[in-house]
């Protein structure tokens, strides 16, 4: 069974702060990864997504991957109260087919 | 604007009924897929569907099944609902090109009593 582990949180930070949150996978031939973030009560979003080794950056976002040692992280710069969510991990299977993690709470204090 | 619907939002049956959960979307998307979550389960895939009369079990499709008879829907149904299938339902859709990028529908909450 192809797994996806995330530190379910809550991580708290300051407004302002770095959030990092970090998932790990197991399947070594996985190729794609994804980041969705969901606010409570509502629907998961497609906020990154990387492919290759070392770190991908868009606006706030950098997405960081590292294939050799299986783990996947997100990290939100100058966090806001308003990225307060549930950050889910996802590993694209080989039929295309998305493997979720069961999402890390961030809380982002004023 | 395209979008994708679900309904109901909110559902409240018994033990042993049939339910059926619609999803709709006018993205004109081959791809679609029915999750569950749950608390400390994240998002679990019941069944999914890569065309018209495609069908394909996920992680947890034990009894639910689906049918895809047109590109816009691809209705879930509980053929005797439990009460370990009172969940938060949601229905998502991609394109080809880029099958990662799911499109969620808003949810349907279902309690089984």
């Known amino acids: 069974q192809k797994e996806v582990e995330q530190n379910s949180g809550p991580l708290s930070v300051p407004e302002g702060a770095i959030a990092s949150l970090n998932c790990t996978y197991s399947?070594?031939?996985?190729?794609?990864f994804f980041w969705y973030r969901q606010y409570s009560g509502k629907s998961p979003e497609l906020i990154m997504f990387i492919y290759s080794n070392g770190d991908k950056e868009d606006g706030r976002f950098t997405a960081q991957l590292n294939k050799a040692s299986q783990y996947v992280s997100l990290l939100i710069r100058d966090s806001q109260p308003s990225d307060s969510a549930t950050y889910l991990c996802a590993v694209m299977d080989s039929s295309y087919k998305l493997i979720f993690g069961s999402g890390t709470r961030l809380l982002v204090r004023p | 604007d395209a979008e994708i619907t679900q309904s109901p939002r909110h559902k409240i049956t018994e033990t042993g009924r049939q339910v059926t959960l619609a999803c709709h979307q006018t993205?004109?998307?081959?791809?679609m897929f029915w999750y569950r979550q749950d608390l400390g389960h994240g998002l679990r895939l019941i069944h999914y569907?890569?065309?018209?009369?495609?069908?394909n079990k996920g992680e947890v499709s034990d009894g639910y099944s689906v049918s895809r008879s047109n590109t816009e829907d691809l209705p879930l149904t509980l053929e005797s609902a439990a009460s370990s299938q009172t969940s938060v339902y949601f229905c998502?859709?991609?394109?080809?090109?880029?099958?990662?990028?799911?499109?969620f529908g808003p949810g349907t909450r279902l309690t089984v009593t």
């Open positions: 998502a859709s991609s394109n080809i090109r880029a099958p990662y990028e799911q499109y």
């Open positions: 993205w004109n998307h081959n791809n």
């Open positions: 569907s890569y065309g018209v009369q495609d069908t």
């Open positions: 399947d070594r031939g996985s190729q794609s």
